[in-house]
């Protein structure tokens, strides 16, 4: 069935490190959409950028992820971690099927930035 | 900008007890979601509305029901709380139910049933 994997439950880096969260995704469906979303403490969780077009970099706020159908890939990347990047962040694939829609989330990483 | 509102904030309940968690949103949008979040688990979708009087069931709806009286407004109901049901819980609206389209989500409701 469709699936979404982050490999990484909680990311530790130091301020100024590069950001890398993983995201592979599984699905027979040929146009998938696929998300990331950011939930900061005591906030809702909100879009953080998403993208349905195959190798083309999307970005937003600082990050960046390109859609690689190739390897089923979405991976989140930044150049440079701020302390403020400290948050819960989830990958999550929608598809249509028929005349609906499916939505599947990743189980989400922590990312957790030290000065 | 979009807005949901979600009452309680917080909430301690009695195993055995009715809770009911209330959503409004001023999105003007169709769909509604409830989600729970765990640790290890991620989001998981209990029920889920694209029209008013009528509620579909997500991926754990056991244990749960859900009212969508308005377009406005989606509550969540918990008829007999049980230990299990300790978790937060998000409810979120869409404009469509089309692949491309942004949840917009609540500030969550974290309830503790004791």
């Known amino acids: 069935g469709d699936s979404v994997t982050q490999t990484e439950g909680l990311v530790t880096l130091t301020e100024g490190l590069p950001v890398m969260l993983n995201c592979t995704y599984q699905?027979?469906?040929?146009?998938?959409?696929l998300f990331w979303y950011v939930h900061y403490l005591n906030e809702s969780p909100r879009l953080l950028l998403k993208?349905?077009?195959d190798n083309k970099r999307t970005e937003h706020q600082g990050f960046h992820a390109t859609l690689h159908k190739s390897s089923s890939s979405f991976h989140l990347q930044k150049s440079s971690a701020q302390l403020s990047d400290s948050a819960l962040y989830y990958c999550?694939?929608?598809?249509?099927?028929?005349?609906?829609?499916?939505?599947?989330w990743g189980l989400g990483t922590s990312l957790v930035v030290n000065p | 900008e979009a807005a949901v509102t979600q009452s309680p904030r917080s909430k301690v309940a009695v195993t055995g007890g009715k809770v009911t968690l209330s959503c409004h949103q001023t999105?003007?949008?169709?769909?509604m979601y409830w989600y729970r979040q765990d640790t290890g688990h991620g989001l998981r979708l209990i029920h889920y509305s694209y029209v008013a009087d009528s509620t579909e069931k997500g991926d754990i709806p056991d244990g749960y029901k859900a009212s969508r009286p308005s377009q406005e407004n989606f509550s969540l109901i918990l008829e007999l709380a049980s230990l299990s049901q300790t978790a937060v819980y998000f409810c979120a609206s869409s404009g469509d139910w089309g692949s491309q389209n942004t949840l917009y989500f609540g500030a969550g409701t974290r309830l503790s049933v004791l």
């Open positions: 999105n003007n949008h169709d769909y």
């Open positions: 993208s349905s077009t």
């Open positions: 699905t027979i469906y040929s146009n998938p959409f």
């Open positions: 999550a694939l929608s598809v249509n099927v028929g005349d609906n829609s499916k939505l599947i």
